[in-house]
């Protein structure tokens, strides 16, 4: 797996015959920044850019066409979680490889680590010749507060006190 910077970024849309632009660039560094742990949609990094660099407008088809080709080159990760759409993260080398444990009543999202899954994956893809540029596991499941409350029977309105930013 690649760690990425602006200079090997920019390298590697060289050689697809496509430019760095400032866009792109300014989209590496905020999945650069993000804190451990933090995923991003499409939308909330439209939000994000929108609050942090009003003057620059990146529009939201802009965003989406540069999350599919860093998730393509292996930068992004693409990641599939409860709430329907899709959240990218950086994609780390292998120290910080993890996958993801996911509530599909409240969202609450857990990451852990497994060198199982790792090995498996790297494993596999070696054997078939193939270079490996990711590797996930996203398991859902119900978490305890869900189940407590009498899962799968859950009132609609019950709010789950684990659930990102208040969702249910």
């Given at each position: 797996?690649?760690?990425?910077?602006?200079?090997?970024?920019?390298?590697?849309?060289?050689?697809?015959?496509?430019?760095?632009?400032?866009?792109?660039?300014?989209?590496?560094?905020?999945?650069?920044?993000?804190?451990?742990?933090?995923?991003?949609?499409?939308?909330?990094?439209?939000?994000?850019?929108?609050?942090?660099?009003?003057?620059?407008?990146?529009?939201?088809?802009?965003?989406?066409r540069s999350l599919k080709l860093m998730t393509h080159l292996g930068l992004l990760r693409e990641l599939e979680l409860a709430?329907?759409?899709?959240?990218?993260?950086?994609?780390?080398?292998?120290?910080?490889?993890?996958?993801?444990?996911?509530?599909?009543?409240?969202?609450?999202?857990?990451?852990?680590?497994?060198?199982?899954?790792?090995?498996?994956?790297?494993?596999?893809?070696?054997?078939?010749?193939?270079?490996?540029?990711?590797?996930?596991?996203?398991?859902?499941?119900?978490?305890?507060?869900?189940?407590?409350?009498?899962?799968?029977?859950?009132?609609?309105?019950?709010?789950?006190?684990?659930?990102?930013?208040?969702?249910?």
């Amino acid at each position: 797996m690649y760690s990425y910077d602006s200079s090997t970024f920019r390298n590697e849309l060289n050689q697809l015959g496509l430019r760095m632009t400032p866009q792109r660039e300014t989209i590496l560094d905020v999945f650069r920044e993000l804190p451990k742990g933090k995923h991003l949609s499409a939308e909330d990094l439209h939000n994000h850019l929108q609050e942090v660099e009003p003057d620059r407008k990146i529009s939201l088809s802009t965003i989406y066409r540069s999350l599919k080709l860093m998730t393509h080159l292996g930068l992004l990760r693409e990641l599939e979680l409860a709430e329907g759409h899709k959240h990218y993260e950086l994609n780390q080398p292998h120290p910080h490889h993890h996958h993801h444990l996911v509530c599909v009543r409240c969202n609450r999202t857990i990451e852990f680590k497994s060198d199982s899954v790792l090995k498996v994956s790297m494993k596999t893809s070696g054997k078939e010749g193939f270079h490996l540029l990711d590797c996930q596991l996203t398991i859902h499941g119900v978490c305890v507060e869900a189940l407590k409350r009498g899962w799968p029977s859950v009132p609609e309105e019950w709010m789950c006190p684990h659930a990102p930013t208040g969702k249910s």
